[in-house]
T-cell receptor
């Protein structure tokens, strides 16, 4: 079955560490996205990529970095510069036309 | 910048009721609008997608309408069931990006 796989489901980070969240899709979608969700709030866009080797900042990109070396993969690194990284992170993809988005099951990151 | 408002923020109803969730958005230049469901601690499940040229879409007990000119969409749930309990998110799409509201948290009581 086609879909998006995010791993790990839960991640704990010590202050000052960088961590990388994985996102893989087998839908042959061109565009991929990373969102952050805080309790009681909507999703906010961190980064997006519409084609391999190209990506753009979203609304809250500070303290995050991404790469898009393969069409299927769009990993997100949460750097030590992100002051409040504890949140639920969701990856999504869409085809070139933007017709409908598919979401992964999310990664919950906690700073300890 | 697109802003999305969902009303009510929370709703509790007895099983069997028909209900309406509201979504408003500030920029009417949208490509489409998608309704999602989110269960606690889970990802988003797409329920319905309405193209900007369409007025409504139906799937089973769900019906979503879109009035692009007024910046409004509604999600109608018929004969609600306890399994419908979740947070419902509205997301208009423009410039190939989704903008989300804060959602409506629905509880259907048995």
């Amino acid at each position: 079955d086609g879909g998006i796989t995010q791993s790990p489901k839960y991640l704990f980070r010590k202050e000052g560490q960088n961590v990388t969240l994985s996102c893989e899709q087998n839908l042959n979608h061109d565009a991929m996205y990373w969102y952050r969700q805080d309790p009681g709030q909507g999703l906010r866009l961190i980064y997006y990529s519409q084609i391999v080797n190209d990506f753009q900042k979203g609304d809250i990109a500070e303290g995050y970095s991404v790469s898009r070396e393969k069409k299927e993969s769009f990993p997100l690194t949460v750097t030590s510069a992100q002051k409040n990284p504890t949140a639920f992170y969701l990856c999504a993809s869409s085809d070139k036309s933007g017709y409908g988005y598919t979401f992964g099951s999310g990664t919950r990151l906690t700073v300890v | 910048k697109q802003e999305v408002t969902q009303i009510p923020a929370a709703l509790s109803v007895p099983e069997g009721e028909n209900l309406v969730l509201n979504c408003s958005f500030t920029d009417s230049a949208i490509y489409n609008l998608q309704w999602f469901r989110q269960d606690p601690g889970k990802g988003l499940t797409s329920l319905l997608l309405i193209q900007s040229s369409q007025r409504e879409q139906t799937s089973g007990r769900l019906n979503a309408s879109l009035d692009k000119s007024s910046g409004r969409s509604t999600l109608y749930i018929a004969a609600s069931q306890p399994g419908d309990s979740a947070t419902y998110l509205c997301a208009p799409s423009s410039a190939r990006q989704l903008t989300f509201g804060s959602g409506t948290q629905l509880t259907v009581l048995p």
